[in-house]
């Protein structure tokens, strides 16, 4: 059970009471559910900005410079950061260490990074439950900065309000893009290192691809922003874009509609990962333990061991 | 119900009854079971490789120049390649196309390229059913092409029986695959373009990586070899050292081991994708969408809901 105390705390903005929660959220998902009852009605507040794109586009270098900006607004900024690290190095985040340099000491940033393996229960389901602390917590943004691949990935920048895809003008970096369906996702664009050469070719491609797209009923023109992140242009009209897009869903009724889709799409979720944690116990592992070289073997296919531990769980 | 048939021509390699029995394994699941089990005892003879790597690495050229290596020592050779290709492109598979002209119209060959959204059935099951296709159909080598990017690409890579992960020297290639989990499923690496560069360097850097692991208590000796796979240098020392790896498995007693390792994992996924399919009718998508709106304003939780649609489900 969770104790009053460290929700109290954590509704309070306790950074410590912050950084315990998650913790409970990444580690130990019965006390995470307990936690999240208790503070859900505090839940809904802040604007989530997921910001994705392939390694090495400049995501961090955005987040952090946006995160300034954000408080020169006195916005309260919390930051989930997905890091694709595997867990042999032992999940070294250097990112988060060279980031409290700059912009962790502020008492209005929060920042958590989460490894993508290695820990107990789905990757989206951890950053998302994070984001409800951080939102709970009072934090007016929160940043969700997650590389472009793969599904949790998508997911993740998916359970934004705004979603922002960044590229630099490499060489088939948009087409990459495409493919890994980063361009379904995108509500804008930032072209970043924008300065480099190719980068006039690259906005030229991108507009192609975009011309491509089915183009969405309630009109949202979706731009390309150039930036320079490492020296801070085009930060202010990312922010500005953000909040272009955050007022687009307002007038169009948006947000809330938006919201109860990636909602019913969690909630399954949830629904999937407790009968996952029930279904697999001692008696099951042992049943499957079992069957295993008989499959082997070839005398019994995957698909009649699959039925009966079907069978066994439903009686 | 699958035709006996259908059956009787793919077990005697019939080029159309296989395309057939991957369709259906992609896109009907309940047939797809039927056919499976009907099967099963013919599955098990194929060895299984696994090529993966980032985007333009040399994946599916290497996939090609090793098919033509396998074809001369008139082995037949079944590849599934899996494109991270969005919907919206019409999942365009114009690499199959100049793949085709290649080394397609051998009978000794057969190609399938699945798209990584869009389908019925998570990725890796179809990918790893269509496999069981293509090893009862008689092929002796199947080979799995997948960018290594994701939790079900790792997962095909992964129920291989080698897995090869293509590299190419740009700076930081090896720390992103590091990241990605790729230096832990690969058994050997292929710095490819290894005429480029920077290759020295970057051969360098892996050995430190792959120094950095724990070792292995069999002492499998992972290597790096380089190529130049469009000029179709380090081909055969590609091919030789699968098949030391093959060995090594074999004298180790290691084949049948990690093959029940994996079926376990597929077991779980087919109990777990069932489940799904009982969980989400009518009744409880129709229960989820009227309680959507109560916890966007905050009057019930999610994990309310959940327990809610999960204590139905159990009755």
Redesign the interface.
Known sequence: MIKHELVEKLLSSNHRAVARSISIVESDPAQA?DL??KI?????NAYRIGITGP??AGKSTITNQLTKHFRKQNKKVGIVAV???????GGALLGDRVRMNEIGMDEGVFIRSMA??GSLGGLSKRAIDAADVLDAAGFDLIIFETVG?????LDIAEAADTTVVVLVPES?DAV?A????L??IADFIVMNKSDRPGSKQAITSLQTILM???HDEKSWMMNIIGSIASENEGIEDIAKEIERHQRFLTENNLI?KN??RR??K???D???N???EE??NDESENY??S???K??L?N????????E??SN?KN
């Open positions: 559910t999240l009852k859900f009605q505090k839940v809904g390694p090495g890091d694709p690290t595997s867990p042999f190095t993508t393996r691949v793969g599904q949790s990935e088939g990459q495409m493919k890994a369906g361009m379904e491509m797209r089915d809330i919201r109860e909602l019913r969690r909630i399954k949830i629904v999937e407790k009968i996952k279904l697999w499957l333990t069957s295993l070289e499959v082997v070839g019994l296919s995957p698909y009649h061991i699959a039925e531990i079907i769980f």
